[in-house]
């Protein structure tokens, strides 16, 4: 059998010293490998469409660290009431997602649980010189993220009967799209300085932690995000999920909210997404270059904030 090679500590080279989304180990000089894993309950009814949102989610943090998924593994949880054919077509929808991705699923784990679970342990490939990495933002830098915000209230007003057919098709359509073609506009820019997927702790956590981890403030322009539709109603009447409040409690020591900023403007950047988009730090002579190429399959990708010289606060809201 051919001698593996020697595995050393200083071949890690992502782990989890700045929260980045997932980890980095370098095989060779010319190719490190991206290890991740993600699975959560449903939050759609349609077992197919929890599937693809889910492998969606998962196959992500491969393209928010600037490389491409080639193997993957199934995690299901499965409760005793669970029927064959729901549990097959959740399955089948992790498995069309990563196809779509390139990414072949060879194989997985299931367990009984009181409740579902589904998600994917997702392998990528990646040049070492080619990491993208959620920390080394720069004064100067601009912030560009890919999709709208919105899901978690949307998906919460969902459960009360509350969003719209359309508003509701729609942020499923967002979570199932893939950040490929995204990753790989961001990935022919010359100078990404930073780049994270936001998911669970929303634009503020995600935002915060890249803020940190550079040693630089982030300003966020509120009026600029983009939103999918009904979220910014929804939030307004105080629709919002668990996660946002838990979100919110996490950051606000970090953060300054200016006067005049609309609240459920700053609801929706704690809201907790599921298969975000990228948010992107580079030079803003760099920016519409990025945008223009974007525009093409992530329509709303936008602008939504700058980076600053360190000062009190790691984020301010305006």
């Not at 720069?138 to 978690?152: A, Q």
């Amino acid at each position: 059998m051919k001698d593996l090679p020697n595995l050393r500590n200083d071949d890690l080279l992502v782990g989890y010293d700045s929260s980045d989304d997932a980890c980095v180990y370098r095989i060779s000089d010319d190719l490190a490998v991206i290890q991740t894993v993600d699975f959560f309950t449903p939050i759609v009814d349609d077992p197919y469409m929890f599937g693809q949102i889910a492998a969606a989610n998962a196959l992500s943090d491969v393209y928010a660290m600037g490389g491409k998924p080639h193997l993957a593994m199934n995690l299901l949880c499965v409760p005793g009431c669970l029927s064959n054919d729901t549990i097959r077509k959740i399955l089948e929808g992790g498995h069309d997602k990563a196809l779509e991705a390139g990414c072949v699923v060879a194989g997985g784990h299931t367990i009984r649980d009181n409740e579902p679970k589904y998600g994917l342990c997702v392998m990528g490939f990646v040049h070492p010189d080619s990491i993208l990495k959620n920390v080394g933002a720069r004064p100067g830098d601009v912030l560009i993220l890919t999709k709208p915000l919105g899901t978690g209230i949307l998906t919460t007003g969902a459960k009360r009967n509350v969003t719209s057919n359309g508003d509701f098709v729609a942020a499923v359509d967002c979570m199932a799209t893939l950040n490929a073609k995204s990753a790989s506009d961001v990935i022919g820019m010359k100078h990404v300085h930073a780049c994270t997927d936001i998911t669970g702790f929303g634009l503020l956590g995600h935002g915060f932690e890249m803020a940190f981890g550079s040693d630089v403030t982030i300003r966020i322009d509120t009026v600029a995000l983009p939103l999918l539709s009904g979220a910014l109603e929804l939030s307004r009447t105080g629709i919002l999920p668990g996660g946002a409040s838990r979100n919110m409690d996490h950051v606000k020591p970090h953060i300054k909210v200016l006067p005049g900023v609309d609240q459920a403007l700053v609801d929706i950047c704690a809201d907790p997404q599921t298969s975000g988009g990228l948010l992107v730090a580079l030079p803003e002579d760099e920016a519409a270059l990025l945008l223009k190429k974007l525009h093409l399959h992530a329509p709303k990708s936008a602008i939504v904030g700058r980076v600053e010289e360190k000062g009190e606060f790691s984020l301010i809201l305006q």
